[in-house]
C-alpha cells in the first residue's frame, strides 16, 4: 500500500533524526490509520519498532481507579457513567491515553533497512510531493540512475507532458520540483534560477484556460519566500541580472506583466508587500479581460 508505505517511512525517518515521537504523531496526518497510537501498534507489529509503550492499559487504570473515580473522569469528559467497571474502564482508556504516544522505543534493524532502502522518498517528500507518491514510486523502480538524475528526469518529463498537452498548472509545479531536487542536492544556484522562472512563467502564461485560472494564485507565496531566503542567506551577485537572463532564457512570447513591471513586483513581495493585494492588482490590471473572466 504506497499511502502507508510513505507514511511509514516519514514517522521512522523523523524518528532517526533524533525526533521524538509524541510530537511527530501528533503533528502526523495518518490517512491509513485510525491514529497515531494504531501507528504505532503497527510499526510495533510489523518489527521496525522495539520497546515499550507509554500508554495506560486496561490492566493498569483497573487498578489504578475506583469505579466512583471512573465515573467522575467518564462526567468531566461528557461520556456515560452507567456500566460494570470494566465498562468504563474501556470508555476511559482513549481519554486517559490521549496525547500519551511516547514511549521507549528504538529502531530496528529491519527499520533501518527499510529506510536505506527507501531513501529516495526523502527526496519525494522535499521536492515532488505536488505529484502522485505511485506514479514516482513506479518511476523509480524502473529508472537505473542515481536518485537526483532520476527526479530530474521525472521533472522534465512532466513539463514536456504539460507544454504538450497545455496544462499549464502542471508546467508550473514541475518547474518548481525541479528548483527543490536542486535544493536537495545543495545546488541552490540552479535553484534560484528554477524559482525565479517559475516566478516569471507565473505572470506571463505559456498557456492558461479560465478553468485553471479560477483557481491560480499569479504570484505564489512560497516561491517568494524561496526566493527570500536563497537571496538573503547566499550571495548570487546582482539578482537584476540574473532576473534579466532568466527572463531571456524563459522566451516568452505572449507577454501578460511586462518585465520592468515583474522585477518591480519581484522586489516588492519580496520586500514584504501583501501576496493576495498584488494578485489583486494584477488580476484587475493584466489578467482578468486576457483570460476572459
Known sequence: MSEQKLEVFNVLNFLNSGYELEDILNEGNFGTFESGQACIDY???????EGESGALTAEEISKKYKVA?????????????SGKKQELVERILPVLNEGSLSGDYELTDKAKEF?????????YMFALVAFRFE????????????????????????????LMNNQFLIFIDALSAKAHVYAYDGDYESFLDYDLQRYILGLNPIMLDS?????YDIVNYANIINLKNVTEKLDFGSLKKRFDRIWAK?????????????????????AG?????????????????KFGI
Request: charged share 35%.
Open 43 to 49: 510499526l510495533v507489529s510489523e518489527g521496525y519498532l
Open 69 to 81: 473515580d471512573l465515573k467522575e473522569l467518564l462526567k468531566e469528559n461528557g461520556l456515560k457513567v
Open 115 to 123: 529506510l536505506a532502502e527507501n531513501e529516495w522518498i526523502d527526496l
Open 135 to 162: 506514479d514516482y514510486e513506479n518511476y523509480v523502480k524502473e529508472a537505473g540512475d542515481s536518485s537526483i538524475q532520476t527526479a530530474h528526469k521525472f521533472c522534465d518529463e512532466i513539463l514536456s507532458y504539460a
Open 211 to 215: 478553468q485553471s485560472y479560477a483557481k
Open 250 to 270: 524563459s522566451h516568452i512570447k505572449n507577454i501578460t506583466v511586462p518585465k520592468k513591471t515583474c522585477y518591480k513586483i519581484l522586489q516588492k513581495a519580496m
Open 273 to 289: 508587500a501583501d501576496i493576495e493585494e498584488i494578485n489583486l492588482d494584477l488580476r484587475e490590471k493584466y489578467f482578468d479581460k
